[in-house]
């Protein structure tokens, strides 16, 4: 089991405070924010939060979760970096889209879930919402809001947490599959919070911020970041600049091998690549897309 860092313990304890106060109250929807800078182990806090309300003193409720993210990757990844965290101690049963057809979430189950299987517009994408029309309807198998229909019937409350809510989550698209779920309390995690709610959840005394500075002291990200400067490039105006920076890049990770080897230290540096998102407006124009090429 791995052990969080002081700032860390900090934030779970801060979330199971502010988690404890919000169950009281009885209105639902309720937000509760954590609020933490990129690279400071979201997950980790997260996955830490759920699993610490099981041993939580006088709480016992009867509740699940359904663990949003906005892709199936991602989905999966959150899923097993749970399992990862907890190998050997594993008390929620964590599922996937695969487990819809068991019907309903049991007490403690995490739905690990592609927010675009119930809300996109497209149809071959939204494989997990019950179509309008009888019709058009499968003849065996769960569809999404059946799952949440039974889960309901058990009175068993439902906390939806929604990760790196700032990026994808649209009112006009989500809203109604969040009246759906109608969860008890809803944790948005995510390193920049939207207005509205980051108001109503300070408003309610749940908003939970990890200082930027607090996560650098412990080495977990940088205080600046270098990057290449186009004056930098200006000597390389005829050759292609992708091949220039990865050349760039390959050359910065072996200075950097060579100081750690003159620190003793035997770390194997790596370059990532961040590959643009626009492939398919390239390709429908009839050009070669950066990953393609």
Known sequence: MF??????????????????NLWKKDE?????????????????????????????????EDKSFIWIT?????????????????????????????????????????LFLNWQKIVSRSAETRVLKRPEDKKERKESGSYFEDFIDKTHKENREIILIIDEAHKHVTKDLAQNVIDYINPKIILHVT????????????????????????VIEQGLIKEQILVQTEEDLKNYKKEDLDEVLIDL??????????????????INPLV???LP????????LGQKSKRSS
């Open 28 to 60: 639902k929807q309720l937000p509760l924010v954590l609020k933490s800078p990129t690279g400071s182990g979201k997950t980790f806090m997260v996955s830490h939060f759920i699993r610490g309300l099981n041993h939580l003193p006088n709480w016992d």
């Open 191 to 214: 390193a920049t919070q939207k207005p509205d709610i980051e108001l109503e959840s300070r408003r309610l005394d749940s908003f939970i911020e990890v200082p930027r500075e607090k």
């Open 249 to 266: 890049g390959i050359e910065k990770r072996k200075q950097i091998i060579e100081e750690y080897e003159n620190l003793g230290k035997k």
């Open 70 to 110: 906005f892709s199936d990757d991602i989905a999966m990844q959150s899923k097993n970096k749970f399992a990862e965290y907890f190998e050997n101690i594993l008390e929620n049963g964590l599922l996937t889209v695969s487990d819809i057809n068991r019907g309903k979430l049991q007490k403690n189950d995490i």
């Open 272 to 274: 990532l690549i961040q």
């Open 3 to 20: 052990n969080p860092l002081e700032f860390q313990k900090d934030a779970i304890d801060d979330l199971n405070k502010s988690f404890l």
């Open 277 to 284: 998102n626009d492939d398919k407006k390239l390709i429908d």
